[in-house]
């Protein structure tokens, strides 16, 4: 007959020591984000019940796996160009501290999506995720990976649940830069393309372009503001919508690449005369960028460093802890980007000077 100090189970333990199984196996790890109090509480109730934790769980709670997991969004709106540069980035940081690097597509209308990250990990396949391309806006995702206690940071300006360090870009200064130089051009009949709804870098970025407009006095009407996603499509039915106004804008401004490129397509179908009779802008800086024309003005975003950045910050996470030092402090890091000005934006039917 087995003992009963066999039997008992690290969920028992928590419930008698009013804690979480997360917190349980932070003491059992000896990890130090835990207070002194609650330690002791907890150590007090292991030792109350007899508590024994199986050998091959303990086992693979204190070891982690050494490949780092990049979690992409699957979708075409994700260009190949934008996941390379994610990739590029995840490698660099990888190959630096010896650990490798998978590419781990999710789906926004999978439900299983969370639980088999979690599963990966516990089974030692994976050390901790980089959740990039707005992965970490999956329904339940960031939950299910938090409940677990797995590692992660979030990139992009994604702060989910359970107080994930995040790396971003300062998309609303950036776009309100390049609104700005717009403005200084002349413009003030400007159109704005706003990316996917909900996702925080569309928000952010049309969130800066409503800050240069109101702090140069210069009014938005509702119908110069259209709703899309981040691809060429939505750029080219945009900008039919504002093009078809009984007085359309004379600049667009538009919240990517793809959606800049589809319409700088459209104008170019109706026989417009750019940049003279409208000025066009982008976001993100992709090859496609130098090569439209005219060659578009865009916003640089540092893609490979943030993937970078962040990947280091998980595997500081991941690395054991001496005894006696404190874990590494993360904190949410933030990447500057920068205006390239190309031929794409001049004042209103002045054309564009020879290169």
């Not at 928590?14 to 979480?20: D, I, P």
């Not at 578009?296 to 970078?308: A, D």
Request: aromatic share 4%; glycine share 8%; proline share 6%.
């Amino acid at each position: 007959m087995q003992s009963r100090s066999q039997n008992i189970t690290i969920h028992e333990v928590a419930a008698e020591a009013g804690v979480s199984i997360k917190t349980v196996s932070r003491v059992l790890r000896d990890e130090h984000d835990v207070s002194d109090a609650t330690r002791a509480r907890v150590r007090e109730t292991i030792a109350k019940l007899n508590y024994v934790p199986h050998s091959s769980a303990r086992g693979m709670a204190s070891t982690t796996g050494n490949v780092i997991g990049l979690v992409v969004f699957d979708t075409a709106q994700v260009p190949y160009e934008y996941r390379m540069r994610l990739q590029m980035g995840a490698l660099e940081a990888c190959r630096q501290s010896g650990y490798g690097l998978r590419l781990e597509p999710v789906n926004a209308e999978d439900p299983q999506a969370g639980a088999r990250l979690v599963q990966q990990v516990r089974q030692r396949e994976m050390g901790g995720y980089v959740l990039a391309s707005r992965s970490a806006s999956v329904p339940g995702l960031c939950k299910a990976l938090s409940d677990a206690d797995v590692k992660y940071i979030a990139l992009a300006g994604y702060l989910a649940p359970g107080g994930a360090i995040a790396v971003s870009a300062d998309d609303r200064a950036a776009m309100r830069s390049i609104t700005k130089l717009v403005l200084d051009a002349g413009h003030r009949q400007i159109g704005f393309l706003r990316g996917n709804k909900g996702w925080l870098d569309s928000e952010e970025r049309f969130a800066g372009f409503m800050d240069a407009m109101m702090e140069a006095g210069v009014p938005v009407a509702l119908a110069m503001v259209v709703n899309g996603s981040f691809d060429f499509e939505s750029g080219r039915a945009g900008a039919a919508k504002l093009l078809d106004m009984a007085q359309p804008p004379t600049a667009i401004i538009a919240s990517s690449d793809d959606m800049a490129a589809g319409v700088i397509a459209l104008a170019h179908e109706r026989g417009l005369r750019l940049p003279r009779e409208l000025a066009v802008t982008g976001f993100d800086d992709l090859n496609i960028a130098h090569k439209l024309w005219p060659p578009l003005t865009t916003v640089h975003r540092p893609i490979e460093k943030m993937t970078e950045v962040a990947t280091r910050q998980l595997i500081g996470l991941l690395k054991p802890v001496r005894a006696g030092t404190p874990p590494p402090v993360l904190r949410h890091v933030q990447v500057h980007c920068d205006v390239v000005t190309r031929a794409s934006v001049v004042p209103p039917g002045r054309k564009p000077k020879a290169p």
